[in-house]
Nanobody, 118 residues
Framework: VQLQASGGGLVQAGGSLRLSCAASGVTFSGYNMGWFRQAPGKEREFVAAFTYSAGNTYYADSMKGRVTLSRDNAENTVYLQMNSLKPEDTAVYYC????????????WGQGTLVTVSS
């Protein structure tokens, strides 16, 4: 299983970015897919996720209303659209996969850095 995250970069406050996570060795029907982030000096935190059936989507309260999670089954890619970015959103963003019935996230991408300037 490989998860390749991309799309990070430098953006001004109020701007937007779309992160991508290309998955190989994973079928979306069998995995929950999500995004997490880790800011300098802080613990990794949850951003957004949807269940394997895409029946439910979850967002962190801090990001709700500003992010949208989507996926392209044909491309086996998950997207995180982030709008109205704030300096406190600066972090390394990681995509992750968790198999059905598993209690922990099994696979992690390498992370992509998002820097929001004020």
């Amino acid at each position: 299983v490989q998860l390749q995250a991309s799309g990070g970069g430098l953006v001004q406050a109020g701007g937007s970015l779309r992160l991508s996570c290309a998955a190989s060795g994973v079928t979306f029907s069998g995995y929950n897919m999500g995004w997490f982030r880790q800011a300098p000096g802080k613990e990794r935190e949850f951003v957004a996720a949807f269940t394997y059936s895409a029946g439910n989507t979850y967002y962190a309260d801090s990001m709700k209303g500003r992010v949208t999670l989507s996926r392209d089954n044909a491309e086996n890619t998950v997207y995180l659209q982030m709008n109205s970015l704030k300096p406190e959103d600066t972090a390394v963003y990681y995509c992750a996969a968790r198999c059905r019935g598993c209690s922990q996230w099994n696979y992690w991408g390498q992370g992509t850095l998002v820097t929001v300037s004020s």
